[in-house]
C-alpha cells in the first residue's frame, strides 16, 4: 500500500500494463498490422493465398510511375480535395466569425449545434440525399422551371461539380468547428484597439482576425484535405462516369478487378502523400489542439 | 453604429442560407420518401406505402440488425477498453507515453479507404476473411481513439487528490476506481459510448471492403440499392437512419455539456 500513498501521478509500465494492453492489443491487430501487412502486400506478384505462386517485384509501384493513368487520377484527386477545401474556408470561414462574434448566448447555442449535426449523421444517406436535388426533373429543375419565364434544364448529376457540391457539402461543417474555435478566443479588444487605433474593417480582417484564426484555418482544411483526396463513394453516387478519382480506381482493384497487390500499392502511395500533408499540418494542429 | 448592425444582419442572413444548405437536402429527401410516384414525380401525393414496403425487404431488415448488433458490440467492447487506457495514461507516468497517445492519431486521421482495404488484407491473410467478425473487429479499433479521447477530456477535470483521499482512508485499488473514479467520469464515457455507437452504426467505408453479400450492414446495403437506381425506399431507410443518428448525437452532445460543465 505504501508505494500507492504517493503523492501525484504513480511512475512505471507495470502496473498501467494490464489496463493499457486490450486497446491497444485490438489497435494493433486490426489498424497496425493491416496497414504493414498492405505496406508488404503491395511488393508482391500476387496474393499468396490458395497455392498461387508469387514473387517480390516494384511492379506494382512501377505501374504507378511509368502509366500515366494513376498519376493522372491522383492529381484530379488533389485538385478535388483543394476546390473542394477552399470552398469549405469561402463557406464556412464566414459562418464561423458570426457564429463567434455576431451571435450570443443560447441561440449561438442551438446554431452552432445545428451546424455540427449533420456532420455526425451519415455520410452516405447525406450524400444520397443531393441525387434528389441535383437530378434532371428534380427538385432544383423544378423549382428553377416554375419561377424563371423560360425553360431550362438543370442536370447537373453525374457531373463534377455535383461532386463538388457533394463534398462540401459534407465537410463544411469541419471548417465551421475548427474556426468557429480559434475565432472565439480572439479577445474581443483587441479588435476595437485595431479599430480605435483607425484600422479600416478589411484591415483588422487581414491583420488581426484571420493571422490569429489561422490554426483553425490550416487544422480545418487538412482534416478536409486529406479524406477528400481518399473519397469514393462521393463520386461514384454523384458524379457517375465522370466520377473516376483515384479512390474509385482503389476501390476497383478491390472489389470489382481483384488486383489486390495494384490496389494496396496505389493504398500506399495515398497513405504516403496524406501523410506528408499531416506532416506539413502537425505543427501547427499541435498548437491548436 | 448603422454599418455594423446592417453587417450583423447580413451575417445572420448568412447563416440561415448555411443552414438551408445543409438541410434543405435532407428535408427533400424525407418529404420525397412519402411521396405517392416512384419516380418521384410532382406534384406531391402522401403515402406511407414505402415505409410499408421496408418491412417486406428481408435483406434491409436483416443488414438493419446486423448493423444494430455490431453497434452494440462495438460500443460495449469499444467503452469498457477504451476506459481501462485512458485511466492508465491519466494515472500512470512512464516512457513512451507520449508515443501511445500518438497512436490514436492515425485511426482517426487516415482515411478510411486505406484503412479499410489495409483490414480486408490483412484478415483475408491470417483467415478471419470477410463478414461480421471483421466488421465488428474494425469498427471497435475505429471507435476506440474516440472513446480515449473523449473519456481522457473528461478524466482532465478529475482531482487526483479524490483518490488520494480514498485510498488513504483504506480503501483498494478496485474500490476507488468503482467507487470514486467512474462516477466522476461516467458522463464522459457514456459521451464516449454514444460517439462509438455513432461510428459503428453509420460506418460505410471500412464495413463495405469488410463486408460479403450475406453478411453485411445497412449502409452497405444502401450503397448497393443506389448503385442499382433510386427508388423512394432507400429514401425512406435513409430518413430512418438520419434520424435515429442526428437523435444519438443530440444525446452525445448533451452529456458531453454536461461532462463540460460540472
Known amino acids: 500500500m505504501a508505494d500507492q500513498l504517493a503523492i501525484g501521478s504513480r511512475r512505471g509500465l507495470k502496473p498501467a500494463l494490464p489496463l493499457l494492453l486490450p486497446a491497444y492489443l ?12 498492405m505496406v508488404f502486400f503491395s511488393f508482391m506478384t500476387d496474393l499468396p493465398l490458395a497455392g498461387k505462386d508469387w514473387a517480390f517485384t ?6 504507378f510511375f511509368s502509366q500515366g493513368l494513376y498519376a493522372t487520377l491522383m492529381l484530379a484527386s488533389l485538385r478535388l480535395g483543394l476546390e473542394v477545401t477552399l470552398w469549405c474556408i469561402v463557406i464556412g470561414y464566414p459562418a464561423a466569425y458570426v457564429l463567434a462574434k455576431v451571435l450570443k448566448g443560447r441561440s449561438r447555442e442551438a446554431i452552432f449545434l445545428l451546424v455540427i449535426l449533420p456532420f455526425w449523421s451519415n455520410g452516405l444517406v447525406r450524400i444520397f440525399s443531393w441525387a434528389m436535388v441535383l437530378r434532371e426533373g428534380g427538385i432544383l429543375d423544378t423549382a428553377l422551371n416554375a419561377v424563371l419565364p423560360f425553360k431550362i434544364n438543370i442536370d447537373l448529376m453525374y457531373s463534377y461539380p455535383a461532386v463538388i457540391i457533394g463534398l462540401v457539402h459534407s465537410y463544411v461543417p469541419y471548417m465551421v468547428l475548427t474556426c468557429y474555435l480559434t475565432l472565439q478566443a480572439i479577445d474581443d479588444s483587441l479588435i476595437e484597439a485595431g479599430r480605435s487605433l483607425g484600422a479600416s474593417r478589411r484591415q483588422v480582417l487581414w491583420r488581426v482576425i484571420i493571422p490569429l484564426s489561422m490554426p483553425g484555418l490550416i487544422a480545418g482544411a487538412a482534416l478536409i484535405f486529406v479524406p477528400v483526396v481518399g473519397s469514393f ?13 483515384y479512390g474509385t480506381v482503389i476501390e476497383d482493384q478491390f472489389v470489382a478487378v481483384f488486383n489486390w497487390p495494384l490496389g494496396a500499392a496505389l493504398s500506399f502511395i495515398l497513405l504516403a502523400v496524406v501523410l506528408i500533408i499531416l506532416a506539413l499540418a502537425a505543427p501547427v494542429l499541435r498548437r491548436a489542439g | 453604429m448603422a454599418t455594423t ?3 450583423e444582419w447580413l451575417g445572420r442572413f448568412y447563416i440561415v442560407l448555411l443552414l438551408g444548405f445543409l438541410y434543405l437536402p435532407i428535408i427533400i429527401m424525407a418529404a420525397m420518401s412519402f411521396n405517392a410516384s416512384p419516380f418521384y414525380q410532382l406534384p406531391f401525393e402522401w403515402t406511407t406505402d414505402w415505409y410499408a414496403s421496408l418491412w417486406q425487404n428481408d435483406q434491409l431488415i436483416a443488414a438493419t ?34 508515443v501511445l497517445q500518438a497512436l490514436l492519431f492515425p485511426p482517426i486521421a487516415i482515411p478510411w479507404l486505406i484503412t479499410g482495404t489495409a483490414m480486408l488484407i490483412f484478415f483475408f491473410g491470417i483467415g478471419i476473411g470477410r463478414g461480421l467478425v471483421a466488421i465488428l473487429l474494425g469498427h471497435v479499433a475505429l ?16 482531482a487526483p487528490e479524490l483518490e488520494e483521499a480514498a485510498r488513504s482512508l483504506g480503501a483498494n485499488q478496485w474500490q476507488v476506481t468503482m467507487r470514486i473514479t467512474l462516477p466522476w467520469i461516467m458522463p464522459g464515457v457514456i459521451a464516449g459510448g454514444l460517439f462509438a455507437f455513432a461510428v459503428s452504426f453509420d460506418q460505410f467505408v471500412v464495413s463495405y471492403f469488410l463486408s460479403t453479400p450475406g453478411q453485411t450492414t445497412l449502409p452497405v446495403e444502401i450503397y448497393a440499392a443506389i448503385r442499382k437506381g433510386f427508388t423512394p425506399e432507400i429514401n425512406a431507410v435513409s430518413t430512418i437512419i438520419i434520424v435515429v443518428s442526428m437523435a444519438l448525437m443530440l444525446l452525445t ?8 460543465e460540472k
Open chain 1, 26 to 37: 485490438w489497435l494493433t491487430v486490426a489498424i497496425f498490422l493491416p496497414l504493414s501487412a
Open chain 1, 233 to 245: 463513394m462521393e463520386p461514384r453516387i454523384l458524379g457517375g462516369r465522370t466520377g473516376t478519382f
Open chain 2, 5 to 7: 448592425r446592417i453587417l
Open chain 2, 253 to 260: 452532445a448533451r452529456f458531453f455539456k454536461f461532462g463540460g
Open chain 2, 143 to 158: 471507435a476506440l481513439p474516440y472513446v480515449i479521447v473523449v473519456v481522457s477530456a473528461r478524466l482532465q477535470t478529475f
Open chain 1, 58 to 63: 516494384l511492379g506494382n509501384y512501377a505501374a
Open chain 2, 65 to 98: 440488425w446486423n448493423s444494430i448488433e455490431i453497434a452494440v458490440i462495438t460500443t460495449i467492447i469499444s467503452t469498457v477498453l477504451g476506459a481501462m487506457a485512458s485511466l492508465a495514461l491519466y494515472r500512470y507516468e512512464f516512457r513512451g507515453k507520449k
